[in-house]
Antibody
Framework: QVQLVQSGAEVKKPGASVKVPCKAS????????ISWVRQAPGQGLEWMGW????????NYAQKFQGRVTMTTDTSTSTAYMELRSLKSDDTAVYYC???????????WGQGTLVTVSS | QSALTQPASVSGSPGQSITISCTGT?????????VSWYQQHPGKAPKLLIY???NRPSGVSNRFSGSKSGNTASLTISGLQAEDEADYYC??????????FGGGTKLTVL
C-alpha cells in the first residue's frame, strides 16, 4: 500500500533552517511528483511547491522562492523539503503528498510540526 | 497568487445535501479543468475527494460530486452524514503554473 512517512516534530530558532524528510513506499517513486503543503495552527492549507523525483525538476510557490529547496534521493525513495531563514510565522505542520495529477494529491504524509521559537 | 474564495462555514442536517463553492478567476478555476477538493478532519492529513473538477478517486463515496461553472467550482455532498463534519478545501492550477488552495470551509452537521 502507498505510504508517505514523515519525521517527528522539530523546534527551531528564528533564522535557522529545517529539512523535513518524507519516505515513500508502495509505489514507483519516480513516477509521481511530490508536493509540499503547510498548515499554520488553526489556518488553511498553503501550497509550497512540487518536485519530480524522475528528473529533479521543481516548481516553487512565489512566496517561498529563494528560501525553500526541495530534493529527492531516489536510492531511498525519500523526498526532502528544506526551509531556510525561519521566522515565527513559519510555525506550521508541513505535509508531503504524492500527486496523481495537476493540483491533485492522493496520498499524504502524516505531517511534521515545525515550531519556530526563540 | 491569492487564495481561492470559499465560504467560511456551511451547515446541514443528516440526509440533506449541501454545496460548497470555490470562486477564483479566469487565471485559475475558470481557465483550467484542474480543480480538486479535499476533506480534512481535525488533526488529520487532507483526503482527496475530487480531482479534475468532477472525478472521484477510487474508494471515495459517490455522495461527493464536483462541478464547475465559469470561475466557480462547487462540491456537493448528498445524504449528509455525521462523519462528513470536517473542513473542506478546493485547489486549482493557475496560469503561473502554480497551485493554489481555497481558504477552507467548515462543514457542521446539525
Amino acid at each position: 500500500q502507498v505510504q508517505l512517512v514523515q519525521s517527528g516534530a522539530e523546534v527551531k530558532k528564528p533564522g535557522a533552517s529545517v529539512k523535513v524528510p518524507c519516505k515513500a513506499s508502495g509505489y514507483t517513486f519516480t513516477t509521481y511528483t511530490i508536493s509540499w503543503v503547510r498548515q499554520a495552527p488553526g489556518q488553511g492549507l498553503e501550497w509550497m511547491g512540487w518536485i519530480s523525483p524522475n528528473n529533479g525538476n521543481t516548481n516553487y510557490a512565489q512566496k517561498f522562492q529563494g528560501r525553500v529547496t526541495m530534493t529527492t534521493d531516489t536510492s531511498t525513495s525519500t523526498a526532502y523539503m528544506e526551509l531556510r531563514s525561519l521566522k515565527s510565522d513559519d510555525t506550521a505542520v508541513y505535509y508531503c503528498a504524492r500527486d496523481r495529477g495537476i493540483a491533485a494529491s492522493d496520498y499524504w504524509g502524516q505531517g511534521t510540526l515545525v515550531t519556530v521559537s526563540s | 497568487q491569492s487564495a481561492l474564495t470559499q465560504p467560511a462555514s456551511v451547515s446541514g442536517s443528516p440526509g440533506q445535501s449541501i454545496t460548497i463553492s470555490c470562486t477564483g478567476t479566469r487565471s485559475d478555476v475558470g481557465g483550467y479543468n484542474f480543480v480538486s477538493w479535499y476533506q480534512q478532519h481535525p488533526g488529520k492529513a487532507p483526503k482527496l475527494l475530487i480531482y479534475d473538477v468532477t472525478n472521484r478517486p477510487s474508494g471515495v463515496s459517490n455522495r461527493f460530486s464536483g462541478s464547475k461553472s465559469g470561475n466557480t467550482a462547487s462540491l456537493t455532498i448528498s445524504g449528509l452524514q455525521a462523519e462528513d463534519e470536517a473542513d473542506y478545501y478546493c485547489s486549482s492550477y493557475t496560469s503561473s503554473s502554480h497551485w493554489v488552495f481555497g481558504g477552507g470551509t467548515k462543514l457542521t452537521v446539525l
